[in-house]
């Protein structure tokens, strides 16, 4: 072999070396301009650290001065509290200590405080065990299924290899189908919501005999002479009224989809709309006010106009199977008459003082119910009854001052329990719930309503506490609230008004209220009807669009959300 064939060789793989050599000085410096990179973070982070670590050394300083002060205050009221005799002084000073527990207990727990009105139970494991519980809860519970999802469609899509994939790879062979053998897997897929313009031509006839001319029907429009169809004008009500999606920002959600539309225009649909389904809200309201008992409940509800804005309210009423919802421009009896409307049966409401005034105000002469501002209306003779949770509110926000709070409570946690075991045992049979409610409330909610009165009427309390509005709570509603025992239909609380009110006061935060009459009297309805629907676990899209087509039909056919749900049953 030639000499110069050994040379180029080996310049090769000296050259060779030469490239690896340089690469691994590369990685090198790079790993060594890293380090420094770090080496300066890290000097960063320290010094931010030890900034930190300074301003926690001085907060600490000033807690623990703060901590001494109201320490040695204690100890200084607790001793002339010993030798008061006055009972003036004695509940000064005990109001001051209060006080001053409560700013003790603020510095504890104000970088952990908390909204909830859960109470720890008593038989929770301790901190320990609890935490390995949670541990081993969260090892099993690792890696669940795929949700069921009954309601979506199932498109099947069947993928096939590529020809030249159809060869084995082993021995060369041709791969051959098998038939109806498939590795199936679910993939859930998004479908971008589109708008398309459907261009409708009626075809026209001609009579050879006498030249008439007649023309095919059209597509039915909402809007004679318009341009959206009512499967549109739905939607944008599901968006602002289920979703709580204003109409400009649906305008711009449309923009993006290709649509060009103003918020003008979505609320014309939504006017017509309510136009057509105002026969279903007046039957939906007659039906709620047949309920032997409703749940009533209140908010506030702005109402924006040019330069001003007034206060206006959302009152609703919920039956056992339905929700009404109407707008007031007052939070008075008026209001209230004119959403009871001569309602006969039982209230269940939070303590505010409308209804209580409205069930005793019967005028002797006629039978007609006055307001409290004199206005005269249609008879209500209904019976009043108040919510637990209301009762328990300024008591749970009084544990904290007041220790001895906690007996309350416990008795007030074994009435829900009492009403969770008949629910349970009911398992969904009304019949069955009323006699177990009737049963466990004489044998067992009897007894601890005997002993909740018994410790009421023992407690003292500082005024303007929340211990004293508690008790006093408990003294002004004692009757309403304990008129549960005697009928085993009446709930323990209004919880069911306010999970219902609940959707509205999301909108109400995102499109703010409403901008005229107009636009409360469409809201009322919309809340009620897919309120309703909603309730009775029926799609309201599709709810809407039957009820819509109904009247469009037929003007001033009524169609409940109960009528398509017995609809549907019927079906299946």
């Known amino acids: 072999m030639p000499e110069n064939v050994h040379e180029t060789d080996d310049i090769e793989v000296l050259r060779r070396l030469a490239l690896e050599a340089w690469r691994r000085a590369d990685a090198l410096q790079m790993q060594a301009n890293a380090l420094v990179n770090d080496k300066a973070a890290l000097a960063h982070e320290n010094q931010e650290l030890q900034g930190q670590n300074q301003e926690l050394s001085a907060k600490n300083k000033a807690l623990e001065g703060e901590l001494h002060v109201l320490l040695t205050r204690i100890s200084e009221l607790t001793r002339k509290l010993a030798v008061a005799t006055s009972k003036d002084e004695q509940l000064e000073l005990e109001l001051e200590l209060r ?5 003790l207990s603020e510095h504890a727990t104000e970088a952990y405080g908390s909204t909830s009105e859960r109470r720890p139970r008593k038989d929770d494991a301790p901190a320990e065990g609890k935490e390995d519980a949670k541990k081993k809860e969260k090892e099993k519970a690792r890696g669940h299924g795929p949700t069921p999802q009954p309601r979506l469609p199932i498109v099947p899509v069947v993928h ?30 998004s479908v971008r919501r589109s708008f398309v313009i459907q261009r409708h031509k009626c075809q026209k006839y001609h009579c050879n005999g006498c030249g008439h001319i007649d023309t095919a029907l059209g597509p039915q429009r909402l809007i004679p002479g318009g341009r959206y169809d009512l499967s549109f004008a739905v939607q944008v009500a599901l968006d602002k009224y289920l979703d709580a999606l204003p109409l400009e920002r649906q ?50 509800w702005r109402m924006m106009g040019k330069g001003k804005t007034a206060m206006w309210w959302l009152w609703t009423l919920v039956s056992h199977d339905s929700v009404y919802f109407e707008l007031f421009p007052s939070r008075g009896s008026d209001a209230a008459l004119t959403l009871l409307r001569g309602y006969e049966g039982i209230v269940m409401a939070d303590a505010y003082s409308v209804y209580r005034a409205l069930e005793k105000a019967l005028d002797k002469r006629g039978g007609e119910q006055v307001g409290l501002d004199g206005s005269v209306g249609v008879l209500t003779n209904f019976v009043l009854v108040i919510c637990w949770m209301h009762a328990r509110r300024p008591l749970f926000k009084a544990e904290k001052d007041a220790p ?27 019949a069955a719930l009323l006699e177990h409610r009737r049963r466990l409330r004489a044998e067992r909610s009897r007894p601890i309503i005997a002993e909740l009165d018994l410790w009421r009427h023992s407690q003292r309390a500082l005024p303007r506490t929340q211990f004293d509005k508690g008790l006093v709570f408990l003294e002004n509603q004692w009757t309403h609230l304990t008129r549960f025992l005697e009928d085993p239909r009446v709930p323990v609380d209004n919880g069911e008004a306010e999970r219902q009110i609940r959707g509205p006061v999301v909108g109400r935060k995102n499109f703010y209220g409403n901008r005229s009459e107009a636009g409360a009297r469409v809201a009322g309805l919309m809340y009620s009807l897919l309120g309703t629907a909603t309730k009775l676990g029926i799609d309201p899209h599709e709810y809407l669009m039957t009820a819509a087509t109904s009247a469009l039909n037929r003007p001033g056919t009524v169609t409940l959300p109960h009528d398509y749900a017995a609809e549907i049953a019927a079906r299946a």
């Open 160 to 189: 096939h290899l590529d020809a030249p994939d159809c060869t084995c790879p082993k021995c060369g062979g041709d791969l051959r189908v098998m038939a109806e053998q498939f590795e199936t897997s679910e993939l859930v897929v």
């Open 404 to 430: 001895e709070v906690g007996h309350a409570l416990d008795l007030i946690e074994r009435l829900y329990a009492v009403e969770a075991e008949a629910t349970e045992a009911a398992a969904g049979d009304e």
């Open 99 to 103: 006080t001053l527990r409560r700013l």
């Open 251 to 300: 305008v711009r959600r449309m923009g993006r989809a290709g649509l060009k539309v103003t918020s003008q225009t979505l609320w014309d649909q939504l006017l017509a709309l309510y136009t057509l389904l105002v026969p279903t809200l007046l039957a939906l309201q007659e039906r709620v006010l047949k309920a032997p008992l409703v749940h009533a409940d209140e908010t506030r």
